[in-house]
C-alpha cells in the first residue's frame, strides 16, 4: 500500500467511511487524531527513551523479567530462524527485556524492536504493544494497520500479561521488520504469544503464592498438569488472592463480566461447587478425569490444586526473602536486617523515613518496598526543592499508592508549615486512597528538629519508623554489588562482562562519596572504555572526588574490607604495617 493511499484510508475511517480494517485498529487510528493529536502526514522515528529511564523501567520490572526470562527464552527458540524478534514492554510500553539476532541489530535499532523502544500508543501510534496496552487484548498490528508511516513495513503480535490481581504490568511481543504475507499469517504468532504469556502469568502466580493452595483448571483434561488454562490462589478460608487472565476471564462470567480484580477476595465456593477442605482430592495423585469440577454455572472443567509448598512463614518474614526488596542488596549484616524490617513494614501503612547518605539506595529502596505489595499502585515522587502541588492533585495522582517525599530538610520554615497541612489533610481521606508516605533525607531530621530547625509535627507524621542506609564503603556486599550491576549492564554488551581481579581490589578500596550512584557511574563508563568483556585497572575512570577524613573506626573499615588488611590500607591511604599496628593496639586481632 502505497503512503498516500494510507493517509486517504485514514481520512476515510476519521469520517466513518472505513473499509473494513479490524474495529481495533479504526478505533486506534481514531485515538492517535483526536486524542493524541497525531497527523500521519508526518511520521516520526522510533522513540528510545535514555539510558537512565531504561535503567529505572529496567529496574521496576525486574522481578517479571527475571520469571518471564525462561519462557522468553522457549519462545524465541521457537521462532528463531524466522527472523522475528521478541519484546518485553512494561505497562507504560518501554521495552525492558528483547531477544533478536545479533545479524540485524542495527535494522532493528532503527526500527525500535529494540531495548528502550517506547510503544506507548500516544508515542508511536497504532502498534502492537501500545495498542495491547489500551485495548487489554492480544491484537496483530500488521504492517499498514500502524497509523505512522514508519511503522508500516512492520508487523507486530502482541499479548498483554496481568499481574495476579488482574492489573495489566507488561506485554509480550514478536515482531517481524517486514513480512510479505497476508496479516492472517501472523494467527499462529498470535497463538504463541497468547500462549507465552499465559504461561509467565501462571509461573508468577505460582512464585507469589509459594506458602498458598492453587488450584489451576482446564477444559480438556490433557495438559491439565504441564500446562493449565487458568489458576487462582486461595488463602486458608478459601478466599482468592491471585489468579491468571485466563481465571479471571471464567469468574467474570460468574461477576456480570466484571474484569477489574473484583474477583480478589471473593470465596472459591461462590464460583465452584467446591470448598478448600476438597482441594486436597484434587492433587496430582488422582487421575485426572477424576479431577472433574462443576463451575456454578453449570461448566464442567477439570481442577489440579496443588498444595502449599512450604511450611507458611509469618507474612512479614516472607516478602523480603524473594520479592523486590532482594534486589537492595547482598549478604551484607546491616543490609540484611534493613530488608527483614522493610518487609515487616512494607505491607502496613506506616510512614517511613529513609535516611543516608546520597546515591546510597533511598528511593530503590522507597520503590521495592511499593513494589512489594501486590497491585499496579501509582507511585508519585514530591521533590521538595521544587513547588508543593495543590492538595487535590497530589491526592488524586497519588491514591491508594505510595508519596515518596525526597528531601524535606531543605525545606523553608514556611514551606515546612505548607506541607505539614498538605500532608495531614491526608489523614482525613478514606483509608483505600491514603497513600503511604515515604521519606527520604540526606539530613538528619531528628538533629534538625533538636536545634529547632525543623518541625516536630511535621517530623513525627514523616518518620514514626527509620529505616538507616549504609554508606557503600562500609558494605560488605560490595563484590555481590558489583555483579549485580554488571548484569544490569548487560545491554551494553554482546558479550557476559567480567572485572579482573585487580580491577575488583581497586574498586573495593576506594572511598565512594558518591556511593552507588557513583558505583553505577564507574561502572558503566568502565563498560564503554574497555576493549573486551573483561574490564580491567586502566579502563576505571579516576574517582571523581579525593577521599574526605571520616570518623569510621578501624573495625568498621576492616570489616567493610572482610579482615583484608591490604584493602583496609589502600582505602585508608596508610601502608599494611600501619594498620597491623593499629589492629593490635585497638585489640581487633589475637597476639
Ligand atoms: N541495590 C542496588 N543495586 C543496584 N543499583 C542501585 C542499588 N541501589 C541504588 N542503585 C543505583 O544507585 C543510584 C542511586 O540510587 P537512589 O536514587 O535510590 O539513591 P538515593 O539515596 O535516593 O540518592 P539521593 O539521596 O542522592 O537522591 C541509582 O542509579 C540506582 O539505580
Not at 522515528?45 to 529496567?58: C, D, F, G, M, Q
Not at 550512584?517 to 579516576?542: F, G, M, Q, S
Amino acid at each position: 500500500m502505497s503512503n498516500l493511499s494510507h493517509l486517504r484510508e485514514i481520512d476515510q475511517v476519521l469520517s466513518g467511511r472505513g473499509m473494513g480494517r479490524d474495529a481495533l485498529v479504526e478505533q486506534s487510528w481514531r485515538r492517535c487524531v483526536e486524542e493524541y493529536g497525531m497527523d500521519p502526514a508526518r511520521p516520526s522515528p522510533a522513540h528510545i527513551v535514555t539510558e537512565a529511564r531504561l535503567r529505572e523501567h529496567r529496574e521496576q520490572s525486574e522481578r517479571l523479567i527475571a520469571i518471564a526470562r525462561s519462557g522468553l527464552e522457549a519462545l524465541f527458540r521457537q521462532i528463531a530462524g524466522q527472523k522475528y524478534v521478541l519484546l518485553l514492554a512494561d505497562a507504560k510500553g518501554v521495552t525492558v527485556d528483547y531477544f533478536g539476532d545479533p545479524k540485524f541489530e542495527e535494522e532493528l535499532r532503527q526500527a525500535g524492536l529494540f531495548l528502550g523502544s517506547d510503544w506507548s500508543e500516544e508515542l508511536a501510534g497504532t502498534c502492537g504493544v501500545g495498542s495491547c496496552i489500551i485495548t487489554r487484548e492480544a491484537i496483530t498490528i500488521h504492517q499498514s494497520d500502524h497509523f505512522d508511516l514508519t511503522h508500516t513495513p512492520l508487523s507486530c503480535t502482541a499479548a498483554p500479561i496481568f499481574d495476579t490481581r488482574g492489573n495489566l504490568t507488561a506485554v509480550l511481543d514478536i515482531s517481524l521488520l517486514r513480512s510479505p504475507q497476508p496479516k492472517i499469517s501472523q494467527s499462529l504468532a498470535l497463538n504463541l504469544v497468547k500462549a507465552s504469556a499465559r504461561r509467565v502469568e501462571m509461573a508468577n502466580l505460582m512464585a507469589m503464592n509459594r506458602g498458598d493452595w492453587v488450584l489451576r483448571f482446564s477444559t480438556s483434561p490433557e495438559f491439565l498438569d504441564v500446562d493449565p488454562e487458568a489458576a487462582v490462589a486461595l488463602d486458608g478460608s478459601g478466599r482468592i488472592i491471585g489468579m491468571t487472565h485466563g481465571a479471571e476471564r471464567v469468574l467474570a462470567r460468574q461477576m456480570d463480566g466484571r474484569m477489574d480484580g473484583a474477583a480478589i477476595g471473593e470465596r472459591i465456593d461462590r464460583f465452584f461447587d467446591l470448598g478448600i477442605d476438597s482441594l486436597p482430592d484434587l492433587m496430582r495423585g488422582r487421575p485426572t478425569e477424576d479431577r472433574l469440577i462443576q463451575l456454578r454455572d453449570g461448566q464442567g472443567m477439570f481442577g489440579h490444586a496443588i498444595a502449599p509448598q512450604t511450611e507458611r512463614r509469618p507474612p512479614a518474614h516472607s516478602p523480603g526473602e524473594t520479592g523486590p526488596l532482594q534486589t537492595i542488596g547482598g549478604s551484607d549484616p546491616a543490609i540484611r536486617r534493613l530488608q527483614a524490617d522493610a518487609a515487616r513494614l512494607a505491607p502496613t501503612g506506616i510512614a517511613l523515613l529513609l535516611s543516608g547518605e546520597t546515591g546510597t539506595g533511598k528511593e530503590r529502596l522507597a520503590r521495592a518496598i511499593h513494589t512489594s505489595q501486590p497491585g499496579n499502585r501509582p507511585f508519585v515522587t514530591l521533590s521538595c526543592a521544587a513547588p508543593l502541588p495543590d492538595p487535590e492533585t497530589l491526592v488524586e495522582a497519588a491514591a491508594g499508592g505510595t508519596l515518596f517525599l525526597d528531601g524535606p530538610g531543605e525545606l523553608s520554615p514556611a514551606d515546612q508549615g505548607r506541607l505539614h497541612r498538605v500532608l495531614a489533610g491526608l489523614d482525613s481521606l478514606p483509608l483505600r486512597r491514603r497513600p503511604r508516605l515515604i521519606t527520604a533525607s540526606t539530613t538528619d531530621l531528628a538533629s534538625l528538629v533538636r536545634a529547632g530547625a525543623f518541625r516536630a509535627d511535621l517530623f513525627f507524621l514523616l518518620a514514626p519508623v527509620t529505616l538507616s542506609l549504609p554508606p557503600l564503603r562500609l558494605r560488605q556486599d560490595f563484590d555481590w554489588l558489583i555483579d549485580r550491576l554488571l548484569r544490569q549492564f548487560g545491554h551494553l554488551c554482546p558479550q557476559s562482562l567480567r572485572i579482573s581481579p585487580a580491577a575488583r581490589a581497586e574498586l573495593k578500596a576506594r572511598d565512594w562519596p558518591g556511593n552507588l550512584r557513583e558505583l553505577a557511574n564507574t561502572l558503566e563508563v568502565a563498560i564503554a572504555l574497555a576493549d573486551a568483556a573483561v574490564i580491567d585497572l586502566p579502563d576505571l575512570p579516576p574517582a571523581p572526588l579525593a577521599p574526605v577524613d571520616r570518623t569510621e573506626t578501624l573495625a568498621d573499615i576492616l570489616a567493610a574490607c572482610d579482615g583484608n588488611m591490604a584493602l583496609a590500607a589502600r582505602r585508608m591511604g596508610v601502608n599494611r604495617s600501619t594498620i597491623l599496628r593499629r589492629a593490635r593496639r585497638e585489640g581487633l586481632l589475637d597476639g
